[in-house]
């Protein structure tokens, strides 16, 4: 029930004085790389990050119903409620920070799709924004992993799907395409 902020986040991540493994030897999602690369947006903009993603990103792909919970408290029109199980039944089960980047996004099934249709037809971005999201890692060692700049790309019964799922406290989300086929998802749960 403790509300947290941005500021305290980055705060948090600044007092971490050593890495897991050396950098380019392992890799391991962090949420904290997201909340920093929101951070270096923001210095690179100078705007805040979500003023930014607003007039950049979601304005000129049509993404007329999606905004970044900076303000949990605020009221959105239409939001779904998120509730999970409890002992006596169901509890309403409401993120309460106000941390951008790894996560926080206020969003609707079409336009997520209006997001993912932006990787076939670039006009947020172009084409070399789509390469440069889709390029997974590779490892100093040549391990190629599945994860590129926000996305999972993998092989699926020979298909190569590009995807990310999340979940915080009473949702969860998907959001995959299978580009060869030009076929996107968006599921909102």
């Given at each position: 029930t403790?509300?947290?902020?941005?500021?305290e986040?980055t705060?948090?991540?600044a007092?971490?004085?050593?890495?897991?493994?050396a950098?380019?030897t392992?890799?391991?999602?962090?949420?904290s790389?997201?909340v920093l690369a929101a951070?270096?947006?923001?210095?690179?903009?100078?705007?805040?990050?979500?003023?930014?993603?607003?007039?950049?990103i979601?304005?000129?792909?049509?993404?007329?119903?999606?905004r970044?919970r900076?303000?949990?408290?605020?009221?959105?029109?239409?939001?779904?409620?998120?509730?999970?199980?409890?002992?006596?039944?169901?509890?309403?089960d409401?993120?309460?920070?106000d941390?951008?980047?790894?996560?926080?996004?206020l969003?609707?099934?079409?336009?997520?799709?209006?997001?993912?249709?932006?990787?076939?037809?670039?006009?947020?971005?172009?084409?070399?924004?789509?390469?440069?999201?889709?390029?997974?890692g590779?490892?100093?060692?040549?391990?190629?992993?599945?994860?590129?700049?926000?996305?999972?790309?993998?092989?699926?019964?020979?298909?190569?799907?590009?995807?990310?799922?999340?979940?915080?406290?009473g949702?969860?989300?998907?959001v995959g395409?299978?580009?060869?086929?030009?076929?996107?998802?968006?599921?909102?749960?």
């Amino acid at each position: 029930t403790r509300r947290y902020a941005q500021d305290e986040i980055t705060a948090l991540i600044a007092l971490q004085r050593a890495t897991d493994f050396a950098p380019g030897t392992e890799y391991s999602y962090s949420n904290s790389h997201y909340v920093l690369a929101a951070r270096i947006v923001e210095r690179a903009a100078g705007e805040p990050f979500t003023a930014y993603t607003a007039r950049a990103i979601f304005a000129p792909l049509g993404m007329t119903r999606t905004r970044w919970r900076d303000d949990y408290t605020r009221p959105v029109p239409g939001r779904a409620r998120g509730w999970s199980p409890a002992d006596s039944g169901w509890q309403l089960d409401t993120p309460s920070e106000d941390v951008v980047g790894h996560g926080g996004l206020l969003t609707t099934v079409p336009d997520l799709l209006r997001w993912q249709a932006n990787f076939a037809r670039p006009s947020v971005g172009g084409p070399a924004f789509v390469a440069e999201m889709e390029r997974v890692g590779v490892l100093a060692n040549g391990r190629v992993t599945d994860y590129a700049l926000g996305l999972e790309v993998e092989l699926v019964h020979g298909e190569r799907v590009v995807s990310h799922g999340g979940w915080t406290q009473g949702y969860k989300s998907y959001v995959g395409r299978v580009p060869a086929r030009g076929v996107a998802v968006a599921l909102l749960c």
